[in-house]
C-alpha cells in the first residue's frame, strides 16, 4: 500500500480544505454523531516495525495497519511507522487498494494526519506514539469507496477549478454521518528507539504526553537519528460502525450512540 506524501510538496492542495487542517489537528469532535446509533466493536492488536496486521470485520471489509514505505534503508530518510487503513478484502468489489475508505474520509490529504502513526512529517518516534488516541473516519459501503476515489483522483491531478470542485464533494460526503463510520486508535504498548532531536513545536504536547504511555526505549546499533525508529506496539481500536452493518460472525459489538 503506497502511503500518502512524506512532505509539504502538496500543501497547496491542503489549502483548498481551509481550516480544515487546524481544526482537525486541535479540536475535531470525538467520532459518531449525537443522537445516532452505532455498533461499537473494539479490536486489540500488535505489529511489529515491517509488518502489517488486519481483522476483516464484515461485509468485506478489513480495517489494518500497513507499514509505511519509506523508500530509503537508512538515515534521516529512513521512515518507521504504520498508515490505519480500511480497504476491501480480496476478491471483493470495489478491489481494495489506494486510497482506502479510511484515508478518503479522513482529511487532511497530504500532511500531518491522524490515521498515520509513523516518523513523518518531523516527528520523531516518542512522539508518535505520544500521540492519541487518534480520531479518524472511513466510508463504509462500497458505492462511496468508489466515488470517493474518483474525487481523490480529481483532486490531485485535475485543474484548481476541478480540484476546488473535488474537495467541496468529497467533504459533503466525508461530513454525511450516513455515509460515515467512526473510529479510535490508542498506542498501549510501544518499543522504540527514541530520536535525538527535539520535538517540533506543534508535537510539544504530545511529547509532554509520552509518560502516560507505556514503552521501552531500546539503543540503535551505530547509534540513533534525529527521527528514531518504531520497533513494535500494542494497540486498541474501537470502530463506531451503522447499526445495520452486517459484522464478521463471532465478532462482538454493543450498540451504543455513536458519539461519546
Known amino acids: 500500500m503506497k502511503a500518502c506524501g512524506r512532505g509539504f510538496q502538496w500543501l497547496d492542495l491542503v489549502w483548498l480544505f481551509g481550516g480544515v487542517v487546524f481544526l482537525c489537528l486541535t479540536s475535531c469532535p470525538a467520532p459518531g454523531q449525537d443522537g445516532l446509533n452505532c455498533r461499537q466493536v473494539t479490536l486489540a492488536g500488535e505489529v511489529s516495525a515491517g ?8 461485509e468485506g471489509w478489513i480495517f489494518g495497519l500497513v507499514p509505511i514505505e519509506s523508500g530509503a534503508k537508512a538515515g534521516e530518510g529512513h521512515y518507521t511507522g504504520w498508515d490505519l487503513v480500511m480497504d476491501r478484502e480480496p476478491g ?20 500531518l494526519n491522524e490515521r498515520e502513526i509513523g516518523t ?15 480520531r479518524f473516519h472511513f466510508f463504509s459501503s462500497g458505492k462511496d469507496l468508489v466515488r470517493g476515489r474518483e474525487l481523490f483522483t480529481q483532486l490531485m491531478t485535475g485543474n484548481a477549478k476541478v480540484q476546488s470542485a473535488a474537495a467541496d464533494a468529497l467533504l459533503r460526503m466525508v461530513s454525511d454521518p450516513a455515509r460515515t463510520g467512526a473510529g479510535e486508535f490508542a498506542v498501549v504498548d510501544a518499543k522504540l528507539v527514541p530520536g535525538s532531536a527535539d520535538p517540533p513545536a506543534f508535537a510539544r504536547q504530545w511529547a509532554a504526553r509520552l509518560p502516560m504511555v507505556p514503552h521501552t526505549n531500546l539503543q540503535a546499533e551505530g547509534g540513533g537519528t534525529a ?18 452493518f452486517h459484522l464478521t460472525p463471532g465478532m462482538h459489538s454493543e450498540s451504543v450512540k455513536c458519539a461519546k
Open 51 to 58: 509488518k502489517g496486521w488486519h481483522a476483516a470485520i464484515g
Open 92 to 111: 471483493k468489489a470495489p478491489a481494495a487498494g489506494y486510497p482506502d475508505a479510511l484515508l478518503l474520509a479522513t482529511p487532511p490529504y497530504g500532511s
Open 120 to 134: 513523518t512529517y518531523g516527528l520523531r518516534a516518542q512522539d508518535a506514539i505520544a500521540w492519541g488516541p487518534r
Open 227 to 244: 527521527r528514531g525508529e518504531l520497533r513494535w506496539i500494542k494497540f486498541s481500536v474501537a470502530l463506531w460502525l451503522p447499526l445495520g
